[in-house]
């Protein structure tokens, strides 16, 4: 069964939606310009055997505005006491792009964490993988008359690049989006969003960050192409593989975007399997 519900504490509100399951419990964390839907697909396969939860992460959907000093050090720390405020027990963290690098980021920090799944991200970031992306970034900046009109824009952009509309992307495009005097437009402002964007190239140290985690780790790896070539090649995560002690990787035919927003159950399974792997001396209960 799927929820929502918002969650405040410190003049915060974070929106949180839950599938409900069995332990563990599996806290999701959203891609750049996305939001908590994104996680539906993948959801749905992984629940009711597991509970799952994601939130809008600050400056996205319904959860609170960012700070103008947005990054994802701010971004990991929220993601910790919200694992914490909501006294979930030794969880499984899955981060989706940017969210795999604010997954990493809390699970080097944190020790309270079953496992990590990083799907396509937490690689080498450079001016290569932000070119492929940057066509999606396209509307945050633009208001439109209608949200058909905003959702026949978006559409144009991702068959530009060669990507297949379907319900998950509509339904995380229009969750996204509210509408000012008469004009629809991304809820958060693109600034925050290049804040972010900058965030990550200047904050996440592979080293640093990739040899302080002490859980199991599953990098996805997105090997299908978008214009061409994927956003991450296996190369890109050449320092994630090499710095991170207790890594498997799983690559996957899907792109970078169809590998959440689009039904993978392949991916569920090596998801389960690696849960199943992990002792269970780890998984403390989490209700």
């Given at each position: 069964m799927y929820t929502t519900y918002d969650h405040e504490w410190k003049g915060l509100t974070f929106r949180i939606a839950e599938w409900t399951g069995g332990s563990p419990t599996i806290v999701g964390i959203h891609g750049l310009a996305g939001n908590h839907k994104h996680f539906t697909a993948l959801a749905n396969e992984l629940s009711p055997e597991y509970r799952v939860l994601a939130y809008d992460v600050r400056g996205r959907g319904n959860s609170s505005r960012a700070e103008q000093d947005s990054s994802i050090l701010l971004h990991a720390e929220d993601t910790i006491e919200l694992i914490e405020s909501l006294g979930i027990k030794s969880p499984i963290l899955i981060g989706h792009s940017m969210g795999a690098f604010i997954a990493a980021i809390v699970a080097s920090k944190y020790k309270n964490l079953a496992g990590v799944v990083l799907v396509d991200g937490a690689g080498l970031l450079t001016s290569k993988e932000i070119e492929i992306v940057k066509p999606a970034l396209d509307r945050l900046g633009k208001s439109f008359p209608s949200k058909e009109a905003y959702i026949h824009h978006s559409q144009n952009i991702y068959h530009a690049m060669g990507l297949e509309w379907n319900e998950y992307f509509e339904e995380g495009i229009l969750y996204g989006v509210e509408e000012v005097d008469g004009q629809v437009r991304f809820k958060g402002e693109p600034e925050v969003i290049m804040k972010d964007l900058e965030s990550i190239e200047r904050d996440f140290d592979h080293k640093q960050i990739c040899s302080s985690i002490a859980c199991p780790v599953l990098l996805v790896i997105a090997n299908g192409k978008i214009g061409g070539s994927p956003v991450y090649t296996e190369e890109s995560y050449s320092k994630t593989?090499?710095?991170?002690?207790?890594?498997?990787?799983?690559?996957?035919?899907?792109?970078?975007?169809?590998?959440?927003?689009?039904?993978?159950?392949?991916?569920?399974?090596?998801?389960?399997?690696?849960?199943?792997?992990?002792?269970?001396?780890?998984?403390?209960?989490?209700?």
């Open positions: 593989k090499e710095y991170t002690a207790n890594l498997q990787s799983y690559l996957s035919d899907a792109n970078h975007y169809s590998i959440l927003l689009d039904r993978q159950p392949d991916l569920a399974h090596r998801i389960k399997q690696f849960i199943a792997e992990i002792s269970e001396s780890d998984l403390k209960g989490d209700h």
